[in-house]
C-alpha cells in the first residue's frame, strides 16, 4: 500500500498536500495505490497565477496560434512512449485496452479536432465577428456589429471518474481556443491517470505559463475565489451538481456554470426492425457494447433499452445470449473484454440501484465468471440485464445505475415509446434503430426535446457511425433537465460559450478598427489593382473600382444558349413582364457574376493564387439588357495559412448599375501569397 500524496500543479510547479488524505486504489486488486489532498494549498493564489499570467499570456496568441498548440499536444499524446506509460495507469481504473483507447486516444483526437476546425472556422486573429453588419441608419453612417473577445478570467473544470483524460481535455481544449487559462481537478479515484497526463503536457514546454494547473484532491475553497470573468464546468452526479451550482458566491458574482449530471439514456427499437433484420442485430450489438465499455461508467451509456411489445421476447433471448459471451476481469487478459468499476465503493451503489430497479423489473442476466482476478477485493460487478414488469414505473426511469447495468422495456405504440423516454426527465442521448424513415422519423423528432444528441442507426450508416455512446467534438454534449442543461463540445459553440459576445456601435470606420473586417462605408485605399499586391502589402480596405461593361439581349441570348440555362426570365418577354418579380427579361444571376469577374481579374500570373469560392452571395436587383455595371472590389478579412506561404483573403464585391443600385453583393474567396521568404513563401 502507498501513502504518498499525489501532487498538484499550481503555479509553476508541482507542489503535494498535506493531511491524511483520501485513498485511491488499484479498481482490479483493491491495492492503495496513494493518497489526494489539497490541505494546506494556497488555491486562491492559483486562480490569482491564471488570471494574471495565464489569461494574457494565451490572449496574446492568436486563435490559429492557439490551435497549434492543440495540434502539438494532441500529437505527443499519441506518441508511443506516452501511450505506453499513460496505458499502464489507465488499466489500473479497470479499464480494458478498448476503454483506454477511448479515454487516452480519443482525448489526444479532441485536441487534433479542435485544432483544425479552429484553423477552418476562426480568424487568425484575436475577435470574432458573430453575423452581419447590422445598418442602424437609412445613410449607413451607423450601425452595429456583434463580437466576441476573450475573458479576463479562469475555467474551473471539476471532471468525473470515468474518462479521466478525455473528461480534462475534452473541456480544456475550447476553453483555450476561447483564451482562458484552465484550473481542472480530476475525481479522486482516477486523478493519477489526470495528473500524469497533465505532467506530459506541462512538461512539453507547449503551453504558456498559467494555461494549464491541476488540483488533486477537494476543490478547498477554489470557487469562493472567483468572479463574473471566471466559468466553471462540472461533470459528475446531479446531487454534487446540484450543489456547485448553488454556491453562494458563484450566484453572488453570477459565475457561469454548465453542469452535465445523471443521465438515463435511451435505445428504441423501431416496431418493424424485428428479429432477422440488419437493425435489430445492430440494436442487440450496440446495447451490450454500452453496458461493457467502461463497465458501464459513461455517462452516455444505454440504461433504458425500449423494444415494441411483439419483438420483447426476441431481444431479451438475444442479449442474454450476447452478455452471456462477455469475459469480466482483468483489463491485461487480453480474453477479458469488461474491466473493473472504479472502485468496491462504487460496486457498492450500483448494486442498490439493481436492487431498486428490481422492485419493477426481472433479472435475465445477472452473473458471470472472473477471470484472473479476486472478485471480492477487485472491483467488479457482471454484466446485468433487467426486463422491467412496470414499464410506467418511476423506478425505471429515474434510477441510473452507473455500472454495467440495463432495463429492456417493452412499448405498445410509437406515441408511448417517446412517453416512455421522456420519464428519464432529460438525457445526453438516445439512439433509434430501424430502416423504415416513417416510423424512425417521428420518433426522432418526438423524443428531441428531452435530448442532446439522437442517433438513427439503419444499416447503410452502421458501419461508419461512431456509436451511441461516443460523443464527438464537432457535436453539442450536453442535455436538458436532468442531464444538467449544460452543453460541452459542439465545435465553435463550446469555444462561444467561454468568450463574451459585445454588440458594437459606431460608424463603418471605428468597426473597421475594431474587428479587423471592412465594413461597407469605411475609408477605403487605391494602390493600384490589389490583385498585384502579395498577402503582407494587401491591407483591409484596399479596393478597386472598375471600369463599366454594358449588358446587352444578344449576351443574355448568348449565354442561354452556351449554358442551356433557358429559363423563361431570360427568353421570353411576355412571360417575364407577367412575373411580379422580373417584369420583362433579365440577365442570369451567373452572367452577371461572369461579366463581375471580367471587369475585376487581372489576368498575369501574380500574387494571387486562387479562387475557391463564393459567400453571401446575394442578386439584390435585376440587371436588365442594357443596364451598365460596374464592380467595386475591396479587402474586407485576411488570414495567414501559418506555414504555407500563402494566406486567405475575402473581398467585399459589390455589382452596381448606372442608377447606383447593388446589382449583386458577395464575398470572393482567394488564396494570396505571401512576400518571398515570408511564412514558408518560397524566393528566388
Keep these: 500500500m502507498s501513502g504518498e500524496i499525489l501532487p498538484s500543479y499550481l503555479g509553476r510547479q508541482w507542489v503535494t498536500g498535506s493531511g491524511s488524505g483520501t485513498p485511491f486504489v488499484d479498481a482490479v486488486t483493491g491495492e492503495q495505490l496513494g493518497l489526494v489532498s489539497t490541505e494546506g494549498l494556497d488555491l486562491a493564489k492559483a486562480v490569482d497565477h491564471a488570471r494574471s499570467i495565464g489569461n494574457p499570456a494565451i490572449a496574446a496568441l492568436t486563435f490559429h496560434e492557439r490551435a497549434t498548440i492543440l495540434r502539438n499536444i494532441g500529437k505527443l499524446l499519441l506518441e508511443p512512449d506516452v501511450l505506453d506509460r499513460l496505458y499502464a495507469l489507465s488499466a489500473k481504473t479497470g479499464a480494458t485496452i478498448k476503454d483506454s483507447w477511448i479515454d487516452i486516444d480519443g ?7 479542435y485544432a483544425s476546425k479552429a484553423r477552418k472556422e476562426l480568424p487568425n486573429s484575436h475577435v470574432v465577428v458573430d453575423g452581419n453588419f447590422e445598418p442602424l441608419s437609412r445613410d449607413g453612417s451607423f450601425g452595429a456589429v456583434h463580437i466576441r473577445t476573450s475573458k479576463r478570467g479562469v475555467a474551473v473544470q471539476i471532471n468525473a471518474y470515468n474518462f479521466p483524460v478525455w473528461g480534462m481535455l475534452e473541456k480544456f481544449a475550447p476553453t483555450f481556443l476561447a483564451g482562458l487559462p484552465s484550473i481542472v481537478k480530476p475525481a479522486p479515484q482516477t486523478a493519477f491517470l489526470t495528473a500524469a497526463a497533465v ?10 505559463e498559467g494555461a494549464l494547473q491541476l488540483v488533486s484532491g477537494a476543490p478547498g475553497d477554489l470557487l469562493d475565489h472567483l468572479d463574473g470573468q471566471d466559468s466553471v464546468a462540472f461533470t459528475g452526479s446531479a446531487t454534487t451538481g446540484a450543489l456547485v451550482k448553488a454556491h453562494p458566491n458563484l450566484i453572488a458574482k453570477s459565475v457561469h456554470v454548465t453542469t452535465e449530471a445523471d443521465s438515463v439514456n435511451s435505445a428504441v427499437l423501431a416496431p418493424s426492425a424485428g428479429p432477422k433484420t440488419a437493425e435489430f442485430d445492430l440494436f442487440v450489438a450496440e446495447v451490450v457494447s454500452e453496458i461493457t465499455t467502461k463497465a458501464g461508467q459513461k455517462c452516455t451509456a444505454i440504461r433504458r433499452a425500449f423494444v415494441p411489445e411483439a419483438h420483447v421476447d426476441a431481444a431479451t433471448s438475444a442479449l442474454a445470449e450476447a452478455l452471456a459471451e ?7 487478459n487480453e480474453l477479458v473484454t469488461m474491466g473493473a468499476l472504479v472502485d468496491r465503493e462504487q460496486c457498492d451503489r450500483v448494486t442498490e440501484s439493481i436492487e431498486l430497479l428490481k422492485s419493477a423489473s426481472d433479472v435475465v442476466i445477472d452473473s458471470t465468471n472472473f477471470v484472473d482476478v479476486d472478485g471480492v477485493r477487485g472491483a467488479f460487478v457482471a454484466p446485468t440485464l433487467l426486463r422491467a414488469t412496470d414499464r410506467f414505473a418511476d423506478v425505471i426511469h429515474n434510477v441510473e445505475a452507473f455500472g ?40 426522432a423528432l418526438g423524443i428531441a426535446s428531452h435530448h442532446g444528441r439522437v442517433l438513427v442507426v439503419d444499416e447503410t450508416m452502421a458501419a461508419a457511425s461512431t456509436g451511441h455512446g461516443s460523443p464527438l467534438p464537432h457535436l453539442t454534449h450536453g442535455g436538458p433537465g436532468r442531464a444538467g442543461g449544460g452543453e460541452e463540445l459542439g465545435g465553435m459553440r463550446a469555444v462561444f460559450s467561454h468568450m463574451q459576445r459585445t454588440a458594437i456601435q459606431g460608424s463603418p470606420a471605428s468597426l473597421t478598427a475594431i474587428t479587423g473586417e471592412y465594413i461597407s462605408g469605411a475609408r477605403t485605399t487605391d494602390k493600384g489593382h490589389p490583385f498585384r499586391l502579395n498577402f503582407d502589402q494587401l491591407a483591409v480596405g484596399d479596393s478597386l473600382t472598375t471600369e463599366s461593361r454594358v449588358v446587352t439581349a444578344e449576351d443574355i441570348a448568348h449565354f442561354a444558349d452556351f449554358t442551356g440555362d433557358t429559363f423563361y426570365a431570360h427568353m421570353d418577354e411576355d412571360a417575364a413582364a407577367r412575373s411580379p418579380i422580373f417584369g420583362g427579361i433579365v440577365a442570369h444571376g451567373y452572367l452577371v457574376l461572369s461579366f463581375a469577374a471580367g471587369l475585376f481579374v487581372d489576368p498575369p500570373e501574380g500574387p494571387v493564387l486562387a479562387n475557391y469560392g463564393i459567400d453571401r452571395l446575394r442578386f439584390a436587383t435585376p440587371t436588365r439588357p442594357g443596364d451598365e455595371i460596374h464592380v467595386v472590389l475591396t479587402c474586407k478579412r485576411k488570414t495567414q495559412l501559418d506555414g504555407r506561404g500563402y494566406g486567405e483573403v475575402a473581398w467585399d464585391t459589390q455589382v452596381i448599375n448606372q442608377n447606383g443600385e447593388v446589382a449583386a453583393a458577395y464575398d470572393v474567396l482567394t488564396m494570396v501569397a505571401n512576400a518571398p521568404g515570408i511564412n514558408g513563401a518560397e524566393s528566388s
Aim: glycine share 10%; hydrophobic share 45%; charged share 15%.
Design 199 to 208: 505532467r506530459v503536457m506541462i512538461d512539453s514546454g507547449l503551453l504558456p
Design 404 to 443: 454495467p447495468v440495463a432495463t429492456l422495456v417493452p412499448y405498445a405504440s410509437t406515441n408511448e415509446a417517446i412517453e416512455l423516454v421522456a420519464r428519464g426527465n432529460g438525457s445526453l442521448v438516445a439512439s433509434i434503430y430501424g430502416a423504415d424513415p416513417e416510423e424512425t422519423a417521428p420518433l
Design 326 to 332: 462477455v469475459t469480466v476481469g482483468d483489463p491485461a
Design 107 to 113: 482525448g489526444a483526437g479532441v485536441l487534433l479536432a
